[in-house]
């Protein structure tokens, strides 16, 4: 089974800075089947990167995905006080279970 | 208005059993398949399991965690989908969100509903 590793754990930035965060999967994997998901407190994730560089609709084009094979980055390009919260990575392979990572927490410095 | 909204979430003792439900609307429900995924407290997500089409006999897939306790059902006339939760532990105590798959991505998330597994 597919294990994805986000790195790091936590990321303190300032707002207008670039955040840069990774998710990394224990063997090859198909970009087509990789997806990021933001979640704020007390709120449903929601879908920002699929195809792991297509980005979702309604998403900030500040929000980028990038990536193959075994190492996947999600760029947000100019922080703004509404994007700190937690991403996660997600791998859908061609049959479940459905792995995510374990999340990285974007938080204001 | 495209949304999911589950209920149905509650206390209950380990060993009990509670029955989710997820109820669709502005979309054709009956054309994807659908999925929970939970999140214990201050933890990560965790997928749960899914639901195909009724073109594919409505055939299921659980987390190994769940596997043989949890059951999750469709009922397309009425765009509700269901988790039955039987043999309840303690560590199953979580927020439970479903979510319509679309191609490898899960579009639309319910806001989740809380089960809490306590004596």
């Known amino acids: 089974e597919i294990v994805l590793t986000q790195s790091p754990d936590t990321l303190s930035l300032s707002p207008g800075e670039r955040a840069t965060l990774s998710c990394r999967a224990s063997?090859?994997?198909?970009?087509?089947?990789l997806a990021w998901y933001q979640q704020k407190p007390g709120q449903a994730p929601r879908l920002l990167i699929y195809?792991?560089?297509s980005r979702a609709s309604g998403i900030s084009d500040r929000f980028s995905g990038s990536g193959s094979g075994t190492d996947f980055t999600l760029t947000v390009s100019r922080l703004e006080p509404e994007d700190f919260a937690v991403y996660y990575c997600q791998h859908f392979g061609n049959s479940p279970p459905y792995i995510f990572g374990q999340g990285t927490k974007l938080e204001i410095k | 208005e495209v949304q999911l909204v589950e209920s149905g979430g509650n206390l209950v003792q380990p060993g009990g059993s509670l029955r989710l439900s997820c109820a669709a609307s502005?979309?054709?429900?009956?054309?994807?398949?659908m999925d929970w995924v939970r999140q214990a407290p201050g933890k990560g997500l965790e997928w749960v399991g899914l639901i195909r089409l009724k073109g594919d006999r409505y055939t299921t897939d659980y987390a190994a965690s769940v596997k043989g306790r949890f059951t999750i059902s469709r009922d397309d006339s009425k765009n509700t989908l269901y988790l039955q939760l039987n043999s309840l532990q303690t560590e199953d105590t979580a927020v439970y969100y479903c979510?319509?798959?679309?191609?490898?991505?899960?579009?639309?998330w319910g806001q989740g509903t809380l089960v809490t597994v306590s004596s």
């Open positions: 502005g979309f054709t429900f009956s054309d994807y398949f």
């Open positions: 063997q090859s994997v198909s970009s087509t089947h």
């Open positions: 195809g792991a560089s």
């Open positions: 979510a319509k798959e679309n191609w490898s991505k899960f579009e639309l």
